[in-house]
């Protein structure tokens, strides 16, 4: 708490009576201490703590025979697989033997192609695979996954890819790749 120190008596004027001490003042400062510590805890537990933000992927449960699994038609499925330097290929149905159904694409040109395959299209039927391969970044997974909550895609499935679209993809981007001297 606050005091004073009164000590020194009263004060009279004139010659010879020496003037009497100033009083000084002293502050306790304990109380603020625990005034600021209160103060701490309710503003910690009034504040509402940041929920961490994450996609919501809503999984299939798991069949035990392979005939139980989830079917899809060939005709309703889109094959969408990353390659590396933001590079985007597709293809609908089953890939074709010599390749010929596969096509190369961008992120600015993909969501045309989903968007156009969808509207073909029963929305039932409508399945995205997506197959990332070694050479794809993460930021690039992230996209396409927007690009499934962009244009409502609600069946999408997310695929390790097969050896022989990653050796497609490898000639693809290399042919596609600036030639030296050129």
Known sequence: MAEMDTSGGG???GPGVKKGKKLSTRVDLTPMV?????L???FIFTTTMSQPTAMKLNL?????????????KESAVLTVMLGKDNNV?????QLDPAGANFKSSSFKDIRNVIIDKKRRTDEKDFVVILKPNEESNYRNVIDILDEMSINVVKRYALVDISEGENQLIKVTEANS??????
């Open 60 to 72: 299939p449960k798991d069949a035990d025979k392979p005939e139980d699994q989830t079917k899809a």
């Open 34 to 38: 625990d005034l600021g510590f209160l």
């Open 40 to 42: 701490i805890t309710f």
């Open 177 to 182: 790749a600036p030639q030296p001297g050129k």
């Open 11 to 13: 004060h009279k004027k």
């Open 89 to 93: 290929f597709y293809y609908e149905g």
